[in-house]
């Protein structure tokens, strides 16, 4: 029996796929959440053996919670279930260690599939984003601007972009207004940004806000 934990703020989304899960006799619905901080700790009471995690729950980002989960419960399998487009997020939660991929509006189709192939000690991606992961392999293949960002300051570029202030940040990532300050540095020395104005209208273009 292949256990399953939800980590995902919408309702309607969990109830989808506890609807697909129930009609399989292999797969079992072990446990849910829909708060980011209490992901951990509920995986290690559930033992389940894979967490479809969502990578925009409020508070802690998804990218935290599967680092997290990699490092205290290795031998859960994640299975990233997003609205995010693959070809931006895809590449960092994989070397993050999660085991899969899959995009909400394909979830119907590819869930269960997802699941078993997860389960099975196999990564689970789409033909399009393997593709590109060859191509990567190319050096001389051209990267999109934000992939020479670190996670981190990939995360704070997308809180920028969004409108959240430096001090938020701050309060949100727990860390301090000073090292919020050095990665939009970072930021813009590697983006080449000069104001706030042009970091949103490239995160716009770039379909990096939700």
């Known amino acids: 029996m292949i256990k399953v934990f939800i980590a995902d703020d919408h309702t ?3 109830e989808g796929i506890k609807n697909l899960i129930v009609r399989e006799s292999d ?9 980011s901080f209490e992901v951990v700790e509920q995986i290690k009471k559930t033992k389940c053996d894979i967490l479809i995690l969502d990578l925009s729950m409020p508070g802690k980002s998804g990218l ?5 989960i990699k490092m ?3 031998g859960v399998q994640v299975l990233i279930m ?10 960092r939660t994989l070397k993050a260690g999660a085991s899969g991929y899959i995009t909400k509006d394909r979830a119907s189709e590819e869930l269960i599939t997802a699941i078993r192939r997860v389960a099975a000690g ?22 999109s601007p934000y992939e020479i960002l670190s996670d981190r300051e990939f995360q704070i570029l997308k809180m920028m972009a969004k409108g959240t202030s ?13 090292t919020v300050n050095t990665y939009r540095s970072r930021i813009f020395e590697k983006l ?6 042009e970091l949103i209208h490239f995160a716009i273009q770039n379909k990096l806000v939700e």
């Open 12 to 14: 309607l989304i969990r």
């Open 122 to 143: 196999k990564k689970f991606i789409t033909q399009s984003l393997a593709e590109k992961l060859v191509s990567d392999l190319d050096d001389k293949s051209d990267k």
């Open 166 to 178: 430096q001090t938020d940040i701050a309060d949100e990532l727990s860390i301090s207004l000073s």
């Open 27 to 35: 797969i079992k619905l072990v446990g849910e959440t829909s708060n």
């Open 192 to 197: 080449n940004f000069h104001s706030n104005a």
């Open 82 to 91: 997003t609205m995010l487009p693959e070809d931006q997020f895809a590449k």
């Open 72 to 74: 205290l419960v290795p």
């Open 64 to 68: 935290d919670v599967l680092k997290e």
